[in-house]
């Protein structure tokens, strides 16, 4: 279980996170969505400590992501995260891109590491494109390799970052149906995004974001017809 | 059209010498550049990641290797720190310049090499559960080494040919032994052609090495 509490928030002066208080149980879809500059983004490199916070609390599991003493590269395998840029490792091939964390990060055996890298692959549909270079790649395969070598570390919980922002249009819906089969699967998953079909069809809850403040959160259904926000209702016009 | 006769034999019987000097000439260029490397790699992080003090030297260091002329590098560990009493030999003198000149221009190399590899990778290593010490050794770094790679083949070829300079600090490499058989006998011309084609072979052996190693190392 994921919980935040009264989060803050700032860069340099810029005040991104306005005190968000927030559950994510475990088993849960959420969806994400906002204006660009709402924070949502943020909110994730919170949630796995790639930023660090100003005020309030972040636990994973009981444990104080931003906390002295926490070991937050440990922390980190439990919270696997794809980004809007793919981030493959250019020197690497899809196989050893997968391999690496496991490798280095959890001791795992050479052998062992490339098994979990096939399996992770084979899972996202690049079973064919094991020992290629991701240059090689398209972004939909790059998007699903990278959620493939988040996998192999076997989180408990996974953070999309517009997962599908910087692809091209045909491109997308691999990369959804792969986020769609994590779901089906019983992944807890945060995604920040703006596909409002996807956040719609396949999150429990969605919350929208709106200049650093959660306006709103609930079942698709209420946010998508019933929102109560004005701000709501005004972004999802937009967007429709 | 010349009146100039041209007298190789005296070139010839000195070859080995040559050929055993160039030996000299490649160890000081190799030295200078694997402390050029280390030292280059620890300027280019310093002026990246620190302030203050360290910051200060490491740029003054890169200024001054790059933007004076490295014969005056030399002349300042040979008479420069000869008048404060620390006299070098002739062999330190030119690796302390040489050093201090590729370190400089390393430097530069490496910084352009640490800007081209984007944020982002290391984020999404660190994302992953990895120190910053792995992320560094086994995502950024392998990258930046493939950037830097042409550049620091370069270098190596300049070392090379710069160390010529050895000559002017009376260092018996290639050039300094040349130039001492040349003004024995007076066949200037001969033995500095001769000299030439040995410094074009060893810069085309090592151009040759570095496009051989490349071609294993970068499977990208």
């Given amino acids: 279980m994921i919980e935040i509490r009264d989060l803050h928030k700032y860069f340099g002066s810029l005040h991104v996170l306005k005190g968000i208080d927030l559950d994510v149980q475990k088993g849960e879809v959420l969806s994400v969505i906002g204006a660009s500059g709402s924070g949502k983004s943020t909110l994730l490199y919170c949630i796995n400590g790639l930023e660090p916070i100003q005020q309030g609390s972040v636990r994973v599991d009981g444990i104080d992501v931003h906390a002295k003493g926490t070991d937050i590269n440990k922390l980190r395998t439990k919270l696997g995260m794809v980004f809007q840029q793919w981030n493959s490792f250019p020197h690497l091939t899809a196989l050893e891109n997968v391999a690496l964390a496991p490798k280095i990060v959890k001791g795992k055996s050479r052998d062992e590491a490339r098994d979990i890298a096939a399996k992770q692959l084979t899972h996202v549909g690049l079973g064919e494109k094991l020992n290629v270079f991701p240059s090689s790649l398209s972004g939909g395969q790059q998007q699903r390799l990278a959620i493939a070598r988040a996998l192999a570390m076997e989180p408990e919980y996974m953070l999309f970052d517009e997962a599908t922002s910087a692809l091209d249009p045909e491109l997308v819906g691999e990369v959804l149906d792969t986020m769609r089969l994590l779901a089906e699967e019983g992944m807890t998953m945060i995604c920040v995004t703006h596909e409002m079909g996807f956040a719609r069809d396949v999150s429990d809850r969605v919350a929208f974001f709106h200049q650093g403040v959660m306006e709103e959160i609930g079942p698709p259904a209420q946010i998508f017809s019933e929102a109560q926000s004005e701000h709501t209702r005004k972004f999802l016009a937009n967007v429709r | ?220």
């Fill in chain 2, 1 to 220: 059209m010349f009146d100039y006769n041209f007298h190789w034999r005296p070139v010839m019987k000195s070859l080995p010498d040559l050929l055993e000097a160039s030996l000299l000439t490649i160890q000081v260029a190799v030295l200078a550049m694997v402390l050029g490397i280390i030292i280059g790699l620890c300027l280019a992080l310093t002026r990246l990641h620190l302030k203050g003090p360290l910051y200060w030297f490491a740029s003054a260091w890169v200024e001054l290797a790059r933007n004076t002329p490295a014969l005056f590098q030399l002349f300042f560990f040979g008479f420069g720190l000869g008048a404060f009493g620390l006299h070098l030999s002739p062999y330190f003198i030119v690796l302390a310049g040489l050093t201090f000149n590729c370190a400089g221009y390393l430097a530069e190399n490496f910084r352009g090499g640490f800007q081209a590899v984007p944020e982002t990778q290391l984020r999404a290593s660190r994302s992953l559960g990895m120190t910053a010490w792995q992320a560094y050794t086994r995502v950024v770094i392998p990258q930046v080494f493939r950037i830097v790679y042409h550049p620091i083949t370069n270098q190596m070829v300049w070392a090379v040919l710069m160390s010529s300079l050895g000559m002017l600090v009376g260092f018996r490499e290639l050039s300094g032994e040349t130039q001492f058989f040349a003004s024995r006998t007076f066949r200037i011309f001969e033995y500095f052609a001769v000299t030439a084609v040995i410094y074009y072979v060893i810069v085309k052996i090592i151009l040759l090495a570095s496009r051989l190693l490349a071609s294993r190392l970068f499977r990208y």
